[in-house]
């Protein structure tokens, strides 16, 4: 069985930093790509890292590159999430999610995530 649980969220003033973790369990495929999506109050779900099988590939949403760096560290399968230089509009309920995937379609924009956690929060404030 699957499970994917987050945890680092919390509150810190702009500018500030935050590590976010995703403990993941039960997934090893040959073309695993492991992810992290946020969704802020009355808008859509937004991917914003991905990782294709332990960081031989990433990709960031362009709102967030430069400032937040997606890894993993395969011997705890941990995935983690650094993010630098908050702002507020990155004030949001952060999820880590997993799916089977090729390397071209592991993407922050790809759709069709099998595994989500439950979600850590967010809150940047001046």
């Known amino acids: 069985q699957v499970q994917l649980m987050e945890s680092g969220g919390g509150s810190v003033q702009v500018g500030g930093s935050l590590k976010l973790s995703c403990a993941v369990s039960g997934f090893t495929y040959s073309r695993n790509c492991l992810a992290w999506f946020r969704q802020a109050p009355g808008k859509e779900r937004e991917g914003v890292a991905t990782t294709y099988i332990g960081g031989i590939i990433t990709n960031y949403a362009d709102s967030v590159k430069g400032r937040f760096t997606i890894s993993t560290d395969d011997a705890k399968n941990t995935l983690f999430l650094q993010m630098n230089n908050l702002t507020a509009e990155d004030t949001a309920m952060y999820y880590c999610?997993?799916?089977?995937?090729?390397?071209?379609?592991?993407?922050?924009?790809?759709?069709?995530?099998?595994?989500w956690g439950q979600g850590t929060q967010v809150t940047v404030s001046a």
């Open positions: 999610a997993a799916a089977q995937k090729s390397w071209a379609e592991c993407l922050p924009a790809s759709v069709g995530w099998d595994y």
